[in-house]
């Protein structure tokens, strides 16, 4: 089971991910829609996370953020 600890590190962090999307949706003026669904989808993966019963020797997290990242990289240097 996922410890006490494990809890309020990822409620830290997944806070800290919002506080910075909530800046970054503010600055560019961001659709309500892309808002709205992005608050929706993040607060369903930061419960999932939070309901994990699993044992502390849990495989690593998909490799699917990783490839979102590099994605977006490479979109930022095609437009520089």
Known sequence: MASVNT?????????EVTLGLIG???VYEADNDLTDA????LGRVFREHLKRNGPSGTPPASRALHGLAEEME???????
């Open 7 to 15: 809890h309020a590190a990822l409620a830290m962090a997944f806070r």
């Open 74 to 80: 490479s979109a930022a240097c095609k437009a520089a």
């Open 38 to 41: 992005t608050a929706e989808a």
């Open 24 to 26: 970054l949706f503010d």
